[in-house]
């Protein structure tokens, strides 16, 4: 009885000392690793308006082309997820560029290139400022209207307004004729106001009767963060903490290899420390 008890007693501290080194061992090889990831001061932005600006970087004609196609496409993504979304925007684009540039387009999405240009125009539509309650609003020469009926009546004495300032950046609907009165679209392209807006602005510039020009505008930005990719991160971590040194044994050791040094100079077959001695 007693052999026995001994034996459970060995093995149930054999069990526990294993039980201990492998805990041990699994605190050990956990991961100390540090990720940091960088968000934007500006909310996430939706992947189709970037891909307009790439296909804007391709061509005006191209900008235009695509945007024909997907002229109500974001009504669709309440009903898709994410993921079908973004293939059904590829898909569109796949139109207008071959597999290279496809490519291109997914790696431009994926590092979220183009995002702070459309940020940019959303700043400048804060300038205006919007009214209040529109999901899109033109601009012709200093008035301010989300009323497609109001349209004509502002565009009689547009000329005798001052004529607004283009950026490098904007989008031209594609017309021979510079010298016409300008009207500024703000709006989210894909969604039914914008389509709304865009049939009756692009047929009036294709009769050449107006300067079409269109600023991407987001009336509700998303509350997601915007987390960028590609982009250099340095993560530096300083040590707080002072370790006391004795200086006086590093010079001992420092003037012995100093005069070590010197003893074993040799020039031309010459010992100078012997000569000195």
């Known amino acids: 009885m007693a052999k026995k008890a001994a034996t459970l007693v060995q093995l149930l501290l054999g069990s526990t000392i294993l039980w201990l080194s492998l805990l041990r061992s699994g605190t050990v090889s956990a991961s100390k690793s540090v990720t940091a990831s960088l968000a934007a001061k500006w909310p996430e932005t939706p992947l189709l308006l970037e891909a307009s600006e790439f296909m804007a970087e391709e061509s005006n004609e191209k900008f235009w082309q695509f945007l024909d196609t997907v002229k109500e496409l974001a009504i669709y993504k309440q009903t898709e997820s994410d993921y079908s979304h973004y293939n ?85 609907f594609p017309t021979n004729k510079e010298n016409l009165p300008v ?10 106001a914008f389509g709304k807006f865009h049939r009756v602005l692009s047929e009036k510039a294709q009769n050449g009767e107006i300067l079409y020009v269109l600023r991407h505008y987001i009336q509700k930005p998303t509350s997601q963060k915007m987390y960028l990719s590609g982009y250099g991160v340095e993560l530096v971590i300083k040590s707080t903490e002072y370790k006391a040194l004795d200086d006086t044994q590093v010079k001992t050791v420092t003037n012995t290899t100093v005069e070590g040094e010197i003893e074993t ?9 012997k000569l000195k001695s």
Not at 183 to 192: D, F, K, N
Not at 265 to 273: D, P, Y
């Open 183 to 192: 009207i500024i679209l703000y709006a989210e392209m894909g969604t039914r």
């Open 265 to 273: 100079n040799e020039v031309q077959g010459f010992l100078f420390g």
């Open 88 to 172: 059904l925007i590829l898909k569109k684009a796949g139109q207008f560029l071959d597999n290279l540039h496809i490519n291109l387009l997914k790696f431009a999405l994926s590092l979220r290139a183009y995002s702070p240009t459309i940020q940019m125009f959303q700043q400048i539509a804060a300038d205006e400022p919007p009214p209040d309650g529109c999901d899109a609003f033109v601009v012709i020469h200093k008035k301010h209207t989300c009323k497609i009926n109001e349209i004509k009546k502002l565009l009689k004495k547009a000329t005798s307004r001052p004529r607004p300032y283009l950026f490098k950046g904007d989008h031209k």
